[in-house]
């Protein structure tokens, strides 16, 4: 049997997941490959904790990446660091030593994938990054090399855990989103500093990825507009099912004749929709494609094991491409992108006003999007014997800078205590 | 620009549809691949009926297979014919003089798959086959190569789109399983002869592939123990829905400690698990691994366009492979099977009895269950006033042969007027 000879940059929750599964796999994966994966070095940065775990005491750990790509035995690096920039560095190094890299760092992709690719093609390496969007669900490798014969013309997803436990608490229980998060964090879904998660640029960073595959152009995460869960309420929430919709934080990249959008933001969407029953930290992605139709993934977007399962199936390729004499690296094309201006994507939305309960009221508001022609779909005004009452209206389709304008304007109008919400409706 | 001719064996739906995104998606697939694909022969029975289609004047219809096979231009042919034997003859001499395949035929590949890829591998071709199972779901490469790290211990499956649209109309709107097998019929969703679905052999067929590929044993048609969905009565899908199910025709392929069990069959599953949501002619499978935990794939299963987009995903990877120098053809491993009895495999079951209206008979039949030590988990007899009154029951986990003995049994006592049906309850 052959031998491969792999090092690890982290120990983290995915790291440990690799050298956990490449143990617990160990049969299967060798009758595959006909070959014996073995991790010899980690880099870590503080040694000793890692020497006190119960890890394969073969395992040589250092905190000096300098032990690693000057190890001629090691022909594949897995980085698991997060992070982008240090990552960077090292997996350039890596391609330019001739050793090949599989990363699960989605920072790193979603800012460096297209360059890297570029490199790895130059120095005849191979880079595989199926563990940087949605964990275990085998979304990337799909889009480059079974959906590839599509024109795309969505990606629709549920890519982030954290926020989709919160929203399906908040759903489920009709608890508030302080509620929801505090649990979140208990739980270990959602960190102590929960912005990456709460405030979309997680799923971000994925969809960035995903788009830059589908669409074949490059975009970043700085390309997203982002808009993040923290002021939907439980009466957001229990608006929503009360019309037959959820709301889930769904990242979306559509191409046009317009260009390309990249959004991260709260969508209502229909119960019945597949992407609706996505439930707790699971994660769902609908890709939708000219010739195909709608296809979706649903699986584990995060975890030890399942990110590690993806890991490791970039692992397995890496070493299989070498046994079936692969010489080339596949040829990621990037288009300059040509992007959509944000203030022209139209979508129905649904507002949820607090007014003052007089008369008239009602007649101000339909006034006011009368003028930028924007039509009413449903108006429903709460029974509130209070002073201020609830006005929850589900608009037509409308541009973005349109509604920002209307809404603008309704929140002069005196009869308008706050413009409480407005959350875009997804229709698909 | 490289210039790729290939020959399509077949001009039926999916061949019709391999012409139509190729043409259709031409400069998306030429700037992926720096290479023109163009369908130089078209194998067909009668090749008058081609020539008066619109379809590219360039091709060249034939009904030799010689034409093909003797075309040293053709390094590539499209095999979308059904039906297992010729294609098989075919195929086997495209590998003998050089040539790939690809192939959307699942009887060839549920009966010939392992052997057809063993002659690839020896002869270096490449050999693909994704369109093989769930049409546009990219379920066969996500597989053998992004699940390939997992032991796999279960797949369960919506895999038969005829059979699924009948059952979802029979759900939906109380009608008759033959009033929703026309309605199938005049949509073009059955056959006139409509056995192959409703039987469950077509189901059968992917999941053997599913199978052979997830344990990495050969397994063919001939492994799977059917049951179709003609006994499914309208009683029996409001028994369901009453009791918090739907019924959908389920091919799964379980592997633990006692080996491998292939079965198709309808079964009751929960109305919130995801292939509960299912609906109409699409397709949806679950796959459950050891490190990734459940993954669903979900989109339509069969059709012109989205099967196509399966089979041209594989004719632009061969194309790929030989630009990034593929010397060699995966390995596919194949142990020799071991099949779990089928007797010995448990699960709930839902029971349907007709009995005569008199004293005693709720007596009777629990008697009989204790004898098997069958535990009931609830019983609903209906407020029937006529003399036939029927007993709804779920029983828990029993094995298949413990079962059918102890309804032989309840056949035979006076008061049991029909078995109506026995349908198992999949717990996932």
Tied chains: 1, 2.
Excluded: W
């Excluded at 989709?164 to 508030?176: A, D």
């Excluded at 990249?262 to 890709?287: E, M, Q, S, W």
């Excluded at 690296?329 to 203030?343: M, Y």
């Excluded at 608009?395 to 409480?420: F, Y």
């Amino acid at each position: 049997m052959k031998q491969v000879s792999i090092a690890l940059l982290g120990c983290g929750t995915v790291g440990k997941g690799v050298i956990d599964v490449l143990l617990m796999n160990g049969p299967i994966i060798e009758e595959q490959l006909n070959t014996k994966i073995t991790v010899k070095r980690v880099l870590v940065r503080d040694i000793n904790k890692y020497e006190q775990m119960n890890l394969p005491s073969a395992i040589l750990f250092t905190n000096n990446f300098q032990d690693i790509i000057d190890d001629e035995e090691i022909s594949l690096v897995v980085e698991v660091m997060g992070s982008a920039d240090f990552a960077k560095e090292c997996i350039e190094e890596c391609f330019k030593r001739g050793k090949s890299v599989v990363s699960a760092n989605k920072d790193l992709i979603a800012d460096y994938g297209i360059p890297l690719l570029k490199l790895s093609k130059e120095k005849q390496v191979d880079f595989q990054f199926e563990a940087s969007v949605a964990g275990g669900i085998p979304i990337v490798r799909a889009m480059y090399a079974s959906l590839n014969g599509n024109k795309i013309d969505e990606i629709i997803g549920i890519m982030n855990g954290t926020t989709n436990y919160i929203l399906t608490q908040m759903t489920c229980r009709g608890i508030t989103y302080e509620e929801a998060l505090r649990e979140a964090q208990v739980k270990g879904y959602a960190e102590a500093d929960p912005t990456n998660d709460v405030s979309g640029y997680d799923a971000a960073r994925k969809i960035a990825i995903l788009g830059t595959l589908g669409f074949h152009s490059e975009v970043t995460f700085r390309d997203v507009q982002v808009e993040g869960i923290e002021k939907i309420t439980a009466e957001d929430i229990r608006n929503a099912l009360e019309m037959g919709y959820v709301i889930k934080l769904l990242a979306i990249a559509r191409q046009d004749k317009e260009g390309i959008s990249l959004n991260v933001h709260p969508g209502f969407i229909r119960k019945t929709h597949p992407l609706a029953n996505v439930a707790d930290a699971y994660n769902g992605i609908c890709v939708r494609g000219n010739c195909v139709g709608d296809v979706m993934f649903y699986g584990a977007g995060a975890g030890s094991l399942p990110t590690a399962s993806a890991v490791v199936s970039d692992i397995m390729n890496v070493v299989l491409h070498e046994h079936i004499g692969v010489t080339g690296q596949r040829d990621f094309v990037s288009h300059e992108a040509k992007l959509k201006p944000q203030a022209s994507i139209c979508s129905p939305y649904y507002l949820r006003l607090l007014v003052q309960n007089t008369t008239g009221v009602l007649a101000g508001i339909a006034t006011v999007l009368a003028t930028y022609h924007i039509s009413i779909r449903s108006l429903i005004q709460k029974d509130e014997t209070a002073d201020i009452a609830e006005v929850v209206l589900l608009i037509d389709q409308s541009s973005h800078c349109v509604v920002q304008k209307a809404l603008k304007e309704l929140s002069e109008l005196t009869c308008v205590h706050t413009i409480a919400n407005a959350i875009r409706v997804i229709e698909v």
